[in-house]
């Protein structure tokens, strides 16, 4: 079996669970999230925890056991303590502004300032002036919103300048030397 799968998955106090014909809904303190089963996995409900079962050891079972066990496990934790992800510009004469909790101007070498808007779901915070992070109780849009402004403007690898995640290594190349 599954390591992963066979986990069982602990329901906080305030979190609540629900399995309408395999849509699974858990609402906690942040929010409220839905995420839909395959009909080969059977997501229950026992002594305050929820299991994960599969109908057969099929390769494919067996892939998806552990794939809803994960997902179901990471909308537990987004609905009570939420992710976020931190991100760093770095350049010379970069400047990031914050405009309410879903709006970012930045200056970041180009002709004209780039604004990114926030979906629904997500927050920004600042807090440095070169420090975007992006907050929410979704992962899935979390890193995905993240990965979209670490897109905008990749790191240069001579003088490191762009966006970068960070707890992200950024490895500096080293330019041309004069020769005798």
């Known amino acids: 079996m599954s ?8 329901i906080p106090a305030g979190v609540t669970f629900e399995n309408n014909d395999n849509l699974i809904t858990i609402a906690g303190p ?13 997501v229950v409900l026992e002594d305050g925890h929820i299991v994960c079962k599969r109908h057969s050891d099929d390769k494919n079972h067996r892939a998806l056991h552990g794939l809803y066990r994960a997902l179901i496990h990471n909308m537990v934790v987004g609905v009570t303590k ?15 502004t914050l405009t309410g909790n879903n709006k970012l101007t930045m200056n970041i ?33 979390v890193g995905q919103e993240a990965a979209t402004i ?5 790191v240069e690898p001579y003088h490191n300048y762009g966006i970068h995640y960070k707890d992200e290594v950024v490895v500096k190349k080293v330019g041309k030397r004069a020769t005798k």
Not at 121 to 127: D, H, K, L, S
């Open 109 to 141: 070498g180009f002709s004209h300032p780039v604004d990114v808007v926030a979906p629904e779901g997500i927050t920004f915070a600042q807090p440095a002036p070169l420090e975007i992070v992006v907050k929410g109780i979704d992962r899935q849009l």
């Open 82 to 96: 939420g992710f976020e992800k931190s991100l760093i510009v770095a350049g010379v004469g970069y400047k990031v």
């Open 30 to 42: 942040l929010g409220k999230l839905t995420q839909k089963v395959d009909k080969s996995i059977d």
């Open 150 to 154: 670490k897109a905008i403007k990749p």
């Open 3 to 10: 390591r992963i799968g066979r986990a069982p998955i602990a």
